[in-house]
């Protein structure tokens, strides 16, 4: 079926007191809005139309970050989920199709229930509306039913005492043919206990007319709608029990699972180990057979197949590790890539750098790769040795089979096979260190004597 997102994000969201917009506070590494953006995608729509307004440029921005195809639209004032809805209309203009209304901070409705959707669409319901029920309905809008089909939804502002008894409530996921909708739209008032011009209101509209409704129905947890900070920490922590389940689902072993964090795109294969503690940021792949030792930290990176990452690391976005790669503690990577088998077990800084394979980089290496201005690179070949506390200061080419001797400070390029040493030659004074003793003690007796 030809689809159309609708995604309204121009809300305040007062409550969480913040000067981010709330579609923007962050759920699983991402903003809420491309949560909401990630499950409409999943229907393949031709169109998605962002409706921003409250912080609108910061909301255009992430909304084309996550992705660039999209159309964003501005509603300047607020005056309700129907007006937000009515900003589409000439980013749909000339489209002949199902539009779904979907609401930016409402992170968790699956594509499958989405599709649902799209399926009472096709056996021809003119209007469908994605409804729940609700443990406790509060203040969501009710689903008025009669018989299977859909008579009208009443705000629970506007409610009789008879219909605040409905538990079926109104997630606020709309489908219904494009065109009509602008005209339901365009018919929809403000005369009500808000003031606001309603999306809901399009229900009862359709039905006056004849047309018909229905609502398909999901579980309460896919339709939260984040309002404040600790329903945003309860969202995080909903995201990241299914995430866990689903790691473990796709043979990921945790012996933690509770401490282990995933961001929204997190890719992990079979049987890999993810010891406790283990950070996700965004864009993480990891090949199975892999180990995140504990205390590591991974984002925009990927480690391939028996890599062994941590304890203790932290893997920055480009750090691209090939298969059988090992990366110890207290060492940072970031823009790098890392052949088969090498090593960099200690205390290292890796950026902007191409090493080879079975490559071993002692203790304490760091790539000097930032001159205060211009970030510069450093490539190491095949089977170099790197002594422990090597400074490679970038622009810097060692050669395959090299080595640099420890503490080397290197800064022109070394051939293939050569040793490369850059430091001060040892000097050694046979007796001198009891000598030196003998006068710093003969010196602080003096001053002893003196005080
Ligand atoms: C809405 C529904 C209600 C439903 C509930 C589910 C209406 C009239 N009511 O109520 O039936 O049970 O969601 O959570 O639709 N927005 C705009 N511009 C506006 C107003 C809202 O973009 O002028 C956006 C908000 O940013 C938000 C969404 O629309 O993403 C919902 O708005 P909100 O004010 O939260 O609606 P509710 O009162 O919760
Ligand atoms: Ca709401």
Known sequence: MKTALIILAAGKGTRMNSDLPKVLHPLAAAPLLAHAMRAGAALEPERTVVVAGHGAALVRKAALEYDATVSVVEQTEQLGTAHAAAQARDALAGFDGTAIVLFGDTPFVRPETLRAMTDARAQGNDVVILGFEAADPGRYGRLVMSGGSLERI???????????????????VLACDATLLFELIDA?????????????????LARARG???????????????????????GAEAA??????????????????????????????????????????????????????RA???????????????????????????????????????KNAQIGCGTKVNHLSYIGDATLGSATNVGAGTITCNYDGVMKHHTHIGNNVFIGSN??????????????????????????????????????????????????????????????
């Open 154 to 172: 009443v705000e629970y502002k506007d409610a009789s005492e008879a219909e605040r008894r409905i538990s079926l409530c109104n997630s606020g």
């Open 188 to 204: 929809t008032g403000n005369d009500n206990a808000s003031g606001e011009y309603y999306l809901t209101d399009v229900v009862g």
């Open 211 to 233: 047309l018909s409704a229905t609502a398909v129905t999901c579980d309460e947890s896919e339709t939260l709608g984040i309002n404040t900070r600790a329903e945003l920490a």
């Open 239 to 292: 995201f990241q029990t299914r995430a866990r389940a689903a790691a473990f689902e796709n043979g990921v072993t945790m012996p933690a699972p509770d401490t282990v964090h995933f961001a929204i795109d997190t890719e992990i294969g079979r049987d890999t180990v993810i010891e406790p503690n283990v950070v996700f940021g965004p864009g993480v792949t990891v090949e199975s057979g892999a180990c995140i």
């Open 295 to 333: 205390f590591s930290h991974l984002e925009g990176c990927h480690v391939a197949r028996g890599g062994t990452v941590g304890p203790y690391a932290r893997l920055r976005p480009g750090a691209e590790l090939a298969e059988d790669v090992r990366i110890g503690n207290f060492v940072e990577v």
């Open 390 to 451: 090597t400074m490679l200061v970038a622009p810097v080419h060692v050669g395959d089979h090299a080595m640099t001797g420890s503490g080397s400070v290197i800064t022109s390029d070394v051939e293939p096979e050569a040793l490369a040493l850059a430091r001060a030659p040892q000097v050694e004074k046979p007796g001198m260190a009891t000598k030196l003793l003998q006068m710093l003690k003969a010196r602080k007796a003096q001053q002893q004597r003196g005080s």
